[in-house]
């Protein structure tokens, strides 16, 4: 049975529980006291996409963001949605009155004409790529770094091995876990992480989770 754009996928978190527990006794109490992993990713439409969304939304409220990123797509025909050479075409006035900044409509400019040059891949070649490559290919748009990029491979599609050692939730999470005074130093945490993989996903979920208070340890 096909899936429709708006289902959300789960992992069998269960391999990687069994792994985490044995690995690192702490982590198995943070497991313990947060309960079943609840981690979910929404399929991937095309890396354009995925990323014009991330570009709109940067640095903004959910509610704004999602306001003007629908008056974005809301410029293109309603049968095609946005495509790369029609991003380029629009006028800036255009992008602009639905509410983008300049820095936003430049990133999204690159990005089209990155997308239309084959820098950034399509759904099938994006799927072929180790995380690395897909971190070192997307990158290279601008106003897209690296925390962006994680996201997406964690939440869009599905990789079980990210850790987004720079993402503040994930250091003041390990930081509550594991009894440290400051937030730990990004060399820390890698270091951690080595014996969570190959499920560094789960782990940073059930860190984001203990940073959001939902378990006493």
Known sequence: MKRSANDKSRHDVRPALRHLRRSDPRMARVIEGIGPCRLEFAPLR????????????????????ATIHGRVVALFPEERGPHPQSLLELPEAALRGAGLSRNKLLALRDLSAKALDGTVPDSKGLKKLTDMEIIERLTQVRGVGRWT????????????????????????????????RRLPAYSTLERAGRAWAPYRSIASWYLWRIADGEAEL
């Open 149 to 180: 990029v994680e996201m997406l491979l964690i939440f869009t599609l599905g990789r079980p091995d990210v850790l987004p050692v720079t993402d503040l939730g994930i250091r003041k999470g390990f930081q509550r876990a594991y009894g440290m």
């Open 46 to 65: 095309s890396p354009f996409h995925s990323l014009m969304r991330a570009i709109t939304y940067q640095q903004l409220s959910g509610k704004a963001a």
